[in-house]
């Protein structure tokens, strides 16, 4: 590529014609084929400024990639330009303030990695390869969010790169507005070029999966759905159906077969911990296998990494819950058990502790009286499963959404949503997110994402 195509750019410059192109518009989800004109790697926020400037003054299409992980792929376009924040992966710890600065193109084990060696962590996700970018606009939920709330919750200040090019910085005192948009309000109001995160003590837990056959399914989740609740918040523990993976470390006699697990971590002293699960263990029928025990912060954040790597084919339906009735458990362990392949998942994530504390308009995020947030995943690694995972997971939400409420965690969202999830999903935060779009984005060439039209 002419290395001039974008003044004042110093990063580089990958186009159709580059040997590495391919490789470059791979996206996480295998299912995502886009193909941009031109892809932007940026190395610092003067970069970001000069692609965004770019694609404005040549009415380009323009998606921003952090992690690149998005499932229906919003870190991608067909034919416009993206701006790729890869190559922006620092992380600098404060220890005496417990506070993290984070490029954009960090991943979840970039800032873990960075923040165990002071023995803290920032509240993330669940899988080490996600973009604490995409994440963090998004929302966050994943083991420490009982205890610690949304990532978002966390999120001190950012700096930001505006449609037309300026530089501003948003926290509780300056650009208020726009600081209370981007908790949660996704890519929409500019490209974020540096995160502030208040950390937590956490370094070793008691932590890991238990697996439970499938006949045992409905007595582990309506047990799990009465014990969470009243559990100790350092208890971030998520219920899931999903299939033994056929490969080791599981034991092999149990490979392939369908289950029902509880995966989490209890990040408080490692006796608790084990006492408070075998308290629940004593509830339930005897598992498949148990491998909670004592491991760093680390080894749980990125637990799932090795079984779904990069390339995978991904359809995924979101939606929150707000009660799950013995009714809906049932509907539940029906569709699961008609999945496609032995990758595909339901996970229910608890939303209580300390995300109910703060007010449901105090961020975008406003379904903080929901009781989960489920995800429903078909995974492959085949593209010809393609389809079939599309039918299987449209069914399964089908046949799961009347016991639902109206919105999903936006992270959660896949490319063919009715054309109002985005706004059912805001709930009564959506008209003051829109205004705030009008006001930083007028135009709204921030749209490749879920995407607020601006109005006054």
Known sequence: MDEFAIQGFRGRLIGPSDKDYD????????????????????TDAADIIAAVNYARENKLLLAVRGGGHNGPGLGSCDGGLVIDLSQMRSVRVDPASGTVR???GCTAADLDHATHAFGLAVPLGIVGSTGVAGLTLGGGTGYLTRKYGLT????????VVLADGSFVTANKDEHVDLFWAVRGGGGNFGVVTSFLFQAHPAKMVFAGPIFWDARDARQVMSTYRDFIPNAPEELGLFVGLKTVPPTDPFPQEHW????????????????????LVDS?????????FNWMGEMPWTAINSLFDPFFPKGLQWYWKGDFVKALP???????IANAIEAPTPFCLMHLYPIDGAVRRIGRD????????????????????????????????????????PFNLQGAYVNFLDADEAENRVELSYGENYTRLAAIKAKYDPDNLFRVNQNIKPKA
């Not at 490789?23 to 790697?41: E, Q, S, T, W």
């Not at 490692?270 to 006492?275: V, W």
């Not at 629940?280 to 498949?288: F, H, I, S, Y």
């Not at 013995?326 to 539940?332: K, M, P, Q």
């Open 23 to 42: 490789d470059a518009r791979a996206l996480y989800n295998g299912m995502i084929d886009k193909r941009p004109k031109l892809i932007a790697r940026c």
């Open 102 to 104: 984070v490029e954009p």
């Open 152 to 159: 978002v919750d966390n999120l001190l200040e950012v700096d």
């Open 256 to 275: 392939n077969k369908r289950a029902c697990a509880l995966i989490g971590a209890f990040n408080g002293p490692i006796d608790a911990g084990k006492q």
């Open 280 to 288: 629940l263990l004593e509830k339930l029928p005897a598992p498949l």
């Open 326 to 332: 013995d009714e809906a458990i049932d509907v539940h």
């Open 362 to 401: 105090a961020t975008p995020w406003s379904a903080r009286d929901a009781s989960f947030s489920m995800v429903i995943a078909g995974i492959s690694p085949d593209p010809k499963d393609a389809e079939a995972l599309k039918t299987w997971g449209r069914a399964y939400w089908s046949a799961i959404h």
